[in-house]
Nanobody
Framework: QVQLVESGGGMVQAGGSLRLSCTAS????????MGWYRRLPGKQRELVAS???????SYADSVKGRFTISRDIVQNTIDLQMNSLKPEDTAVYYC?????????WGQGSQVTVSS
């Protein structure tokens, strides 16, 4: 059974940091793109950051310079280091993995940034 399990969400004051982690199991994800999406209150899910199998990263403009995505292909894990957090980063964050239409999602992890 394929699972993506997230950890590390929580509450922090503006300017603080949090680190999200995601562990994938049930198959090898070495060729899959992995990343993080988020759903802000009342809005659609949006891409935050992604990392391909060769380590190429991509970020939403709103998080560039503040968030860093990393990946351990052997361990099937990805992390999202979030620094200089802002209240507008408050959202449910979802771990994602996909390849050729084969998509998997984590259960979501709440991140709340207070002003």
């Amino acid at each position: 059974q394929v699972q993506l399990v997230e950890s590390g969400g929580g509450m922090v004051q503006a300017g603080g940091s949090l680190r999200l982690s995601c562990t994938a199991s049930g198959r090898s994800f070495s060729i899959y793109v992995m990343g993080w999406y988020r759903r802000l209150p009342g809005k659609q899910r949006e891409l935050v950051a992604s990392i391909s199998s060769d380590g190429t990263t991509s970020y939403a403009d709103s998080v560039k310079g503040r968030f860093t995505i990393s990946r351990d292909i052997v361990q099937n894990t990805i992390d999202l280091q979030m620094n200089s957090l802002k209240p507008e980063d408050t959202a449910v964050y979802y771990c994602y993995s996909g390849f050729g239409g084969d998509d998997y999602w984590g259960q979501g992890s709440q991140v709340t940034v207070s002003s």
